[in-house]
C-alpha cells in the first residue's frame, strides 16, 4: 500500500522543503521505489523552483478540475506536482485527499511538502497517512512544531518523529534527549547544517545526487532506508578506500550511526 507522507513544520526555513525532496530523490534513486512528490505549500510553493521546472500546469489546475495526471513532471526519476506561485484564481485545497486517492496504487510513496501556515497545513495532514515534524535543535523552532503535532492529533494523522535539522552548535542547543522529553516524541533523524546546500539550490538538483556523500546525503539515505525498510546504500568502494585512507574518518562515521535511535516502523 502507499504511504503518503508529509513533511510538516510551522515555521519557515527549517527544511520542509528541503528533506521532503531529499527523502524522494532517495526512495527513488538508491531504493528504486516509484515516488510522486507533491507541492503543498498553497501560497508560497517553490519545489518546482528547486529543480528548475517551468510549471505550465499545476496542482491548483487540478484541484480546479484539471485530470491530476496533466499536472505531473519528472525529474531525477522522481514524479512531481509543482503547485503555482501566482496562482490568482479560489482553490479548495481540502480536495488534495480526494485528487490523489485514485493515484495511491501507482506509486510506494507519495510525499508532500508543507506550508508553514496553519490553515494550509490542515489538508495536507489530512491527506497523509504518516507526517514527520521537522525542527532545527532550539526550543522556539521545536514549540511552534508542536502546535503542528497538535494538529495531527485533532486529524488523526499519526506522527512517526521528528527530524532535527540544521544542526550547527550542539553546545548551544537543544540535544536529542531534550527533544524527545519536551515533544514526546521520538527522534528518527538528525541532519547537520553543510554549507554546500548553497550548491544544491544553484545546481536545482537534489544534494544526495550531486554529493552523495555529502553528511546530510548520507544521513537522508540513511532515512530513507528506515523508511522504506530496504537494507542502507553505501558506497563499498568509497569505504575501502578510505579505510585505507583515514581511520579517524571512518571513526566519525560509526559515531554518526548514533544519531539514529530507532528504525522507522
Ligand atoms: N541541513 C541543512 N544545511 C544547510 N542548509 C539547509 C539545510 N536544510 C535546509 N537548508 C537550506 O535552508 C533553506 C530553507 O530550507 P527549506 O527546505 O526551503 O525550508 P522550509 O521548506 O521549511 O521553509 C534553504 O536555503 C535550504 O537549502
Ligand atoms: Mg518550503
Redesign the pocket.
Known amino acids: 500500500m502507499t504511504n503518503t507522507i508529509a ?1 510538516v ?1 510551522i ?11 531529499e527523502t524522494a530523490s532517495c526512495l527513488a534513486n538508491y531504493y528504486k521505489k516509484k515516488v510522486l512528490l507533491i507541492d503543498g ?1 498553497f501560497s508560497a510553493p ?1 519545489l518546482g523552483l ?1 529543480l528548475n521546472l517551468t510549471n505550465e500546469v499545476t496542482l491548483h489546475d487540478a484541484l480546479n478540475g484539471l485530470p491530476l495526471h496533466n499536472t505531473i513532471y519528472e525529474a531525477h526519476n522522481i514524479d512531481i506536482i509543482p503547485a503555482d506561485l501566482h496562482y490568482r484564481d479560489p482553490v479548495d485545497i481540502f480536495k488534495l485527499k480526494k485528487i490523489i486517492a485514485k493515484f495511491k496504487p501507482r506509486y510506494d510513496y507519495i510525499i508532500i ?2 506550508s ?1 501556515n496553519f490553515e494550509e497545513l490542515k489538508p495536507v495532514i489530512a491527506a497523509a497517512d504518516k507526517i514527520f515534524l ?1 525542527s532545527s535543535p532550539d526550543h522556539v523552532t521545536l514549540e511552534t512544531t508542536m502546535k503542528a503535532a497538535e494538529l495531527a492529533k485533532q486529524e488523526r494523522t499519526p506522527i512517526h518523529g521528528i527530524i532535527v ?3 550547527r552548535s550542539p553546545k548551544h542547543e537543544l540535544d536529542l534527549e531534550q527533544i524527545e522529553k519536551t515533544s514526546d516524541i521520538p527522534v528518527v533523524a538528525r ?8 550548491k ?2 544553484y545546481c536545482q538538483k537534489p544534494i544526495s545526487l550531486i554529493e552523495p556523500n555529502n553528511t ?1 546525503s548520507k544521513e537522508i539515505r540513511k532515512f530513507s532506508s528506515a523508511l522504506c525498510g530496504e537494507p542502507e546504500f553505501r558506497n563499498r568502494l568509497l569505504e575501502k578506500l578510505l579505510l585505507s585512507i583515514s581511520k579517524e574518518k571512518i571513526n566519525r562515521d560509526m559515531l554518526r550511526q548514533n544519531f539514529y535511535q530507532k528504525q522507522i516502523i
Open positions: 513533511f513544520s515555521k519557515g526555513g527549517v527544511g520542509k522543503t528541503t528533506l521532503a525532496l505549500n517553490n528547486h511538502d508543507s508553514p521537522v535539522n540544521k544542526i541532519i547537520k547544517s553543510h554549507k554546500n546546500m548553497a544544491s539550490l546530510i
